[in-house]
């Protein structure tokens, strides 16, 4: 089973600021089968970037999925007061397995 | 519309069972690739993915829950259904269903439903 390690924990930044969050797996995710999510409060995840760097549906190209093999980045270019929640990053096409990482909180500084 | 409701007990007690039902519209479970797993995410924690379901009935699990876990599907009601075993406090948590619409390996969920909190107390 795939491990997905995120960092930071806590990203604390103002809007308007660029924010980088880490992706980290414990081996090669086969063919950068990655995908990112945002999870506000009180609401489901949703869907933000799938295949590493293909943005979902409706999804604002501030918003962009990078990186391949272990090591893996979304960035948010310039942060919208709506951006801050909590991103998950999770793997799947290695084995039927499906994982998650434990989360990255984007909070206003 | 594509739309998942999930839903079932909000209480449930200690060595229970719980099962959970997930009604969906605006797709077909029997269309090829598409899917329906079950996610779960403890209060303030992460998100952990617990079963899946295909359009061809195969069902894979979890490794650490495997053995309290079933689920299946009733294509004509358009719903999917999680028995979850032996229930304990530590399994209190708010449980999604979501959808894969697209065929494996590209299993990532692009629609969840809003999710139900189920509370294990005595």
């Known amino acids: 089973e795939i491990v997905l390690t995120q960092s930071p924990g806590t990203l604390s930044l103002s809007p308007g600021e660029r924010a980088t969050l880490s992706c980290r797996a414990s081996?090669?995710?086969?063919?950068?089968?990655l995908a990112w999510y945002q999870q506000k409060p009180g609401q489901a995840p949703r869907l933000l970037i799938y295949?590493?760097?293909s943005r979902a549906t409706g999804i604002p190209d501030r918003f962009s999925g990078s990186g391949s093999g272990t090591d893996f980045t979304l960035t948010i270019s310039r942060l919208e007061p709506e951006d801050f929640a909590v991103y998950y990053c999770?793997?799947?096409?290695?084995?039927?397995?499906?994982?998650f990482g434990q989360g990255t909180k984007v909070e206003i500084k | 519309q594509v739309t998942l409701r999930e839903s079932g007990p909000a209480l449930v007690k200690p060595t229970q069972t719980l099962t959970l039902t997930c009604t969906f519209s605006?797709?077909?479970?029997?269309?090829?690739?598409?899917?329906v797993s079950w996610i779960r995410q403890p209060p303030g924690k992460a998100l952990e993915w617990l079963a899946l379901?295909?359009?061809?009935?195969?069902?894979y699990y979890s490794t650490s829950l495997k053995t309290r876990l079933t689920i299946s599907k009733d294509t004509s009601k358009n719903q999917v259904v999680l028995t979850m075993t032996n229930m304990d406090p530590v399994d209190t948590a708010t449980y999604y269903c979501?959808?894969?619409?697209?065929?494996?390996?590209?299993?990532?969920?692009?629609?969840w439903g809003r999710g139900t909190l189920v509370t294990v107390s005595s």
């Open positions: 979501a959808r894969i619409s697209s065929s494996w390996p590209n299993w990532y969920f692009d629609l």
């Open positions: 605006g797709f077909s479970l029997s269309t090829s690739g598409m899917c």
């Open positions: 379901i295909d359009w061809d009935d195969d069902k």
């Open positions: 081996q090669s995710v086969s063919s950068s089968y």
């Open positions: 295949g590493a760097s």
């Open positions: 999770q793997q799947y096409g290695s084995s039927p397995l499906l994982t």
